[in-house]
């Protein structure tokens, strides 16, 4: 079965860069939410699209920013990187609302 | 106050024994729980769904819920080695929307030969 597709797996960046994350929803699901986690941190909440719109927004900070395309991948930017942006970013594929979440396999973001 | 609380652990059994893992969660209307199964470095797995009060059980894993006490738990029987992971605890549909799934810290399990 179709799972969840994150590009790149691993990213280095330089303090001020800016990085582009990718998420590839299971088929036919049309919800994504992503996720930061932080060593030995439990998944933090960022942001949430349904059918193209942003529906949630959690602790994102200003300098990041995202969307969900017509088919229906969503991509996070993120600029003026800094040292604590350094963890691993999940996406989630949800189809509908409130349902079962399966999250790709994440793209661990280093700052240097 | 966390909106998911869960005990950090680790919880120690033996191979072969019941783990029992506990939540509780702090909006009353939440609608929809669920348990994840994360290995170090990797992307949490789901391993149960449950909406409504009860149990449920798939496998060597029962979930149970009780809205009225806020309270959700995974109950992992036949224990196995494979089974040491960090278990998450996820809510989702409370006041804040249902497209906000809220993960517990964690409780790390240790199962041991």
């Known amino acids: 079965a179709a799972g969840v597709i994150q590009s790149p797996r691993h990213l280095i960046k330089e303090k001020r860069e800016t990085a582009t994350l990718k998420c590839y929803p299971i088929?036919?699901?049309?919800?994504v939410y992503w996720y930061q986690q932080g060593p030995g941190q439990d998944p933090q909440f960022l942001i949430s699209?349904?059918?193209?719109?942003?529906?949630d927004k959690g602790s994102i900070p200003d300098r990041f920013s995202a969307q969900q395309f017509s088919d229906y991948h969503s991509e996070l930017n993120m600029s003026s990187l800094e040292l604590g942006d350094s963890a691993l970013y999940f996406c989630?594929?949800?189809?509908?609302?409130?349902?079962?979440?399966?999250f790709g396999q994440g793209t661990r973001l280093t700052v240097v | 106050q966390k909106e998911v609380e869960q005990n950090s652990g680790p919880l120690s059994v033996p191979e072969g024994a019941i783990a029992s893992l506990n939540c509780t969660y702090s909006?009353?209307?939440?609608?929809?729980f669920f348990w994840y199964r994360q290995y170090s470095g990797k992307s949490p797995e789901l391993i149960m769904s449950?909406?409504?009060?009860g149990d449920k059980e798939d496998g060597r894993f029962t979930a149970q819920l009780n809205k009225a006490s806020q309270y959700v738990s995974l109950l992992i029987r036949d224990s196995q080695p494979s089974d040491s992971a960090t278990y998450l605890c996820?809510?989702?549909?409370?006041?804040?929307?249902?497209?906000?799934?809220?993960f517990g810290a964690g409780t790390r399990l240790a199962v041991h030969p």
């Open positions: 699209f349904y059918e193209k719109m942003q529906s």
């Open positions: 989630a594929s949800i189809k509908g609302l409130n349902t079962e979440a399966f």
């Open positions: 449950i909406y409504s009060n």
């Open positions: 909006d009353r209307v939440s609608q929809s």
């Open positions: 088929p036919r699901h049309d919800t």
């Open positions: 996820a809510v989702n549909g409370g006041s804040g929307g249902y497209n906000k799934l809220i």
